[in-house]
């Protein structure tokens, strides 16, 4: 079964603070993606990469940056944490070949900013 | 830019019944369509995943079916049970291995 992690499922963080949001996968799938999840908005996309080294904004980047160092893990990170990106943030992977682009997701953080 | 619409937004059913769950999209030209489960406080869970030259797919007591040209799918439950109580949620993609797109999701509660 494919498993998608992430490092933490709760986390509290003062206003200002960077913020690190890991994420790994273990199918070796070349897309991983960035979701936060907020009541009343859904699901909307901060984030994606389509290879090491590769990324591209989603629909809501600002106050956010990612790392792909690593074709398993997917960093998210929040450079001046504010307390409008409290939410649920959602990690995603999907292979690169086409007809099996299923996405994947992990359990989520849950993030409190104070 | 493409809009996904779920209705209802919440059923509430008892135990044994059969149901559908209807998700709408605005852009017909997508690449394939994803049905997932999110219980609260968790991540999604994927149930079906058609792709667009599909007109269905089935896993269990779950049928999925699509329609690109009226820009519609479905969700079928049959046999209901309250384990089956989450929120159900559509999402389309444009692109392979592109982002998905979400609706806002049905909340199903199924009664004892």
């Known amino acids: 079964d494919v498993k998608v992690t992430q490092s933490s499922r709760y986390l509290v963080k003062r206003t200002g603070e960077k913020v690190f949001l890991e994420c790994v996968q273990d199918m070796d799938h070349e897309n991983m993606f960035w979701y936060r999840q907020d009541p009343g908005l859904g699901l909307r996309l901060i984030y994606f990469s389509y290879d090491v080294k590769m990324k591209e904004k989603g629909d809501i980047p600002e106050g956010y940056s990612v790392s792909r160092e690593k074709k398993e893990r997917f960093s998210l990170i929040l450079e001046s944490a504010s307390t409008n990106q409290t939410s649920m943030y959602l990690c995603?992977?999907?292979?690169?070949?086409?007809?099996?682009?299923?996405?994947?997701f992990g359990p989520g953080t849950r993030l409190t900013v104070l | 830019k493409q809009e996904v619409t779920q209705i209802p937004a919440a059923l509430s059913v008892p135990e044994g019944e059969n149901l559908v769950l209807n998700c709408s999209f605005t852009?017909?030209?997508?690449?394939?369509l994803q049905w997932f489960r999110q219980d609260p406080g968790k991540g999604l869970t994927s149930l079906l995943l058609i792709q667009s030259s599909q007109r269905e797919q089935t896993s269990g007591r779950l049928n999925a079916s699509l329609d690109k040209s009226s820009g519609r799918s479905t969700l079928y439950i049959a046999a209901s049970q309250p384990g089956d109580s989450a929120t159900y949620l559509c999402?389309?993609?444009?692109?392979?291995?592109?982002?998905?797109?979400f609706g806002k999701g049905t909340t199903l509660s199924v009664s004892s």
């Open positions: 852009d017909s030209a997508i690449y394939n």
């Open positions: 999402a389309p993609s444009n692109q392979a291995g592109t982002a998905l797109i």
């Open positions: 995603a992977s999907s292979s690169g070949l086409a007809g099996y682009n299923e996405q994947f």
